[in-house]
């Protein structure tokens, strides 16, 4: 295991050596130990399945559907998850990087030591998406989305494109989102307290303040 860490945020994060893997192709119930490279798995059906301590690079699962089982201590790079339907899972000491989830609806998914870095999550969807451990979004794009109900106290947000975003009824208090833009963001207040931000983000959370309030600003 490594750590990475985020601002005040430490991940515990899986340490994989290609060499020491197996080679796999075909998707089973449960994985362990593998490493999986291309592979196109469109439109799958997952129940309950489990993939550990495995390398996946550049595998296609849009479109798919998994409901149940987990991911552990895995190391997802490039890999397709857009409009795939994410239910009930959890993901626990995974790192995945320049992945894409434009219009996957998460719901019920459990997060713990998580580092999602570089990847798009336009248009997705989080519903009662939860943090059990530490979790981290640096340099995502997370435009258009919608998030209701999450509870994700002490998230890093660094450096990600917000504008679009919808949040509703969601916990964030402690999550930091410095360097993330703010401008477009869609929020009822309450949903930042606790939050931390840089002195730059002011101007936009002023813009926040204004729309959420429907203050008049004049100059006479």
């Known amino acids: 295991m490594r750590t990475s860490t985020i601002g005040d945020v430490k991940v515990l994060l899986p340490d994989l050596e290609p060499d020491d893997l197996d080679t796999a192709t075909d998707l089973a119930d449960s994985l362990t130990d593998v490493l999986v490279e291309g592979a196109a798995w469109r439109g799958v059906h997952l129940e309950e399945a489990s993939i550990r301590s495995s390398l996946i690079t550049g595998v296609d699962l849009s479109e798919s559907a998994w409901e149940a089982g ?4 895995c190391e ?3 890999t397709d ?6 239910t009930g899972i959890t ?3 995974c790192a995945i990087t320049g992945s894409r989830f434009t219009g996957t609806r998460l719901t019920d998914v459990r997060l713990k ?3 999602f870095d570089g990847c798009r999550f ?8 939860t943090a059990a451990g530490s979790v981290a979004f640096t340099e995502c794009t997370l435009t258009n989305g919608a998030w209701s109900s999450c509870r994700l106290p002490r998230v890093a947000l660094r450096s990600c494109e917000l504008a679009g975003l919808e949040l509703d009824s969601c916990h964030l208090d402690g999550a930091d989102l410095r360097g993330s833009r703010l401008h477009g963001l869609k929020t009822p207040l ?4 606790g939050v931390t931000l840089g002195e730059d983000q002011l101007p936009d959370l002023t813009q926040l303040t204004v729309a959420a309030l429907n203050l008049t600003v004049r100059n006479d």
């Open 70 to 73: 987990s991911l552990y201590g």
């Open 76 to 78: 997802i790079t490039r």
């Open 81 to 86: 998850f857009s409009g795939a339907t994410l």
């Open 91 to 93: 993901i626990e000491r």
């Open 113 to 115: 030591d998580v580092l």
């Open 122 to 129: 336009d248009y997705a969807t989080f519903h009662r998406v």
């Open 190 to 193: 309450d949903n930042l307290r």
